[in-house]
C-alpha cells in the first residue's frame, strides 16, 4: 500500500489503528536497547512496592509503539519525509504489562512547503489502553511528499 501524499491530508480526518499487547518482551528489549534498566521497568518484585503495584513499560517505549502503530496504517509508506516534531506529550497513565493498545490520530493542521516538495501535517495523538484509557497524548508534525505532477 503506498501512503497518502500531503495533499491527501485533511484537517479533521481521523484515522484509528490496529492494537497491539505490550510484553514484558517489549519492556526489556526497550532496556537493552536504551540502557534503562529502571527496576520499575524491569524488577517484578520492586515494582509491587510502588504505587503502581507492578512493572510499568517506559514512557518512551509508549510513544515509539505509538509511532509504529501509526506506521502500521499504510499512511506514511513511501510518503513521509520526516517526523518533524513531537510536541506537548503527555505521559497520562502507565501501560502495564498485557494491556492492549492503540492509538487514535486526528489531522488539526496542513501547511504546504512547496521548497520542500511537500508539506508539514500536524496530528494530534491519543494513546489509549484496553479500556479505553488514555494513557499518552499529544501531537506530531511530519513532513510529507506532495504528490508527483
Known amino acids: 500500500m503506498s501512503g497518502l501524499y500531503f495533499e491527501e491530508f485533511s484537517v479533521g480526518q481521523k484515522v484509528v489503528t490496529v492494537g497491539r499487547t505490550v510484553s ?3 519492556i526489556f528489549n526497550f532496556a537493552g536497547l536504551t540502557g534503562d534498566y529502571n527496576q520499575i521497568h524491569t524488577d ?4 509491587k512496592t510502588t504505587p503502581f503495584g507492578q512493572r510499568v513499560a517506559h514512557g518512551l517505549l509508549g510513544l515509539s509503539m505509538a509511532v509504529g502503530l501509526i506506521w502500521r496504517t499504510g499512511l506514511l509508506e513511501g510518503t513521509v519525509l520526516a517526523f518533524r516534531e513531537i510536541n506537548e506529550w503527555k505521559f497520562v497513565k502507565p501501560y502495564f504489562i498485557g494491556d492492549a493498545i492503540h492509538v487514535e490520530m486526528t489531522v488539526t493542521e496542513t501547511k504546504a512547503l512547496p521548497r520542500i516538495g511537500g508539506g508539514a501535517i500536524i496530528a ?7 479500556n479505553n484509557e488514555v494513557c ?10 506532495s504528490k508527483p505532477k
Not at 44 to 47: G, L, P, Q, T
Not at 136 to 145: D, E, F, K
Open 24 to 26: 514484558e518482551g517489549d
Open 124 to 130: 494530534a495523538i491519543v494513546t489509549k489502553n484496553q
Open 136 to 145: 499518552q497524548r499529544g501531537s506530531l508534525n511530519l513532513l510529507m511528499l
Open 44 to 47: 517484578a518484585e520492586f515494582s
